[in-house]
């Protein structure tokens, strides 16, 4: 166990729904992160989020929406995605001080599109 | 124009097999590596951290080095329990907020 949990780990919904995957850390870490992870890809960075502020948004389509309420907790919420979506999500923290970049990952959320 | 870049991209090992896995990056100013070991259908788990060269660190079978262009994970003796994706990662800066930018990863098979 990390410290960073995410549910659900595994979600199949089809081109027209909504869904949310959630993500909570238990580290007391001030930054979170959400990747987009796909077979031969290295790790995409979607969003981050440092002190509840979004500080990156790395092109992402709008289809794909952060929310960040708190320090702890982090969503992503999905709509209308396309197939090339499916991928494995991943959700990371961190506690951002001068110098410390360790981030640690949460399990993922094995999503497909269908 | 690539970062970090990993290779091999994959590696077969017999059990007791030693070899290393190579990470090369080209970011200036380095603040950092990372390591980081990921298990299929899982996310990654943090390794190490390398701040300087000549610089190493120790985990059970792995060891990891770094000089001022590349760094390497040395497995000694390795056991089929040590196959997975190892990946490495340095700090970048694209809009004024670093954060972490990750190679492909190497993926080691470990057999019996």
């Known amino acids: 166990e990390t410290g960073v949990t995410q549910t659900p780990r595994h979600l199949v919904m089809g081109m027209t729904n909504k869904k949310s995957l959630k993500c909570e850390q238990h580290?007391?870490?001030?930054?979170m992160y959400w990747y987009k992870q796909s077979a031969k890809k290295p790790l995409e960075l979607m969003f981050v989020?440092?002190?509840?502020?979004?500080?990156e948004n790395n092109s992402v389509p709008s289809r794909f929406s952060p929310e960040c309420p708190n320090s702890s907790h982090l969503f992503l919420h999905l709509h209308t995605l396309q197939p090339e979506d499916s991928a494995l999500y991943l959700c990371?923290?961190?506690?951002?001080?001068?110098?410390?970049?360790?981030?640690?990952f949460g399990p993922g959320t094995r999503l497909t599109v269908t | 124009e690539d970062q970090v870049t990993q290779s091999p991209e994959a590696l077969r090992l017999q059990e007791g097999e030693s070899s290393s896995l190579n990470c090369s990056y080209t970011?200036?100013?380095?603040?950092?590596l990372f390591w980081y070991r990921q298990d299929p259908g899982k996310g990654p788990e943090f390794l190490f951290t390398?701040?300087?060269a000549g610089e190493e660190k120790e985990k059970e079978r792995l060891k990891a080095t770094l000089t001022k262009k590349e760094s390497f994970l040395h497995i000694t003796a390795p056991k089929p329990e040590d196959s997975a994706t190892y990946l490495c990662?340095?700090?970048?800066?694209?809009?004024?907020?670093?954060?972490?930018?990750f190679g492909k990863g190497t993926m080691l098979l470990v057999s019996p």
């Open positions: 990371a923290s961190s506690q951002v001080e001068q110098g410390a970049f360790e981030q640690y």
């Open positions: 580290l007391g870490h001030n930054a």
């Open positions: 989020y440092s002190l509840e502020e979004r500080v």
């Open positions: 970011v200036s100013g380095l603040r950092g």
């Open positions: 390398l701040y300087s």
């Open positions: 990662a340095v700090p970048f800066s694209s809009s004024g907020y670093s954060t972490l930018t």
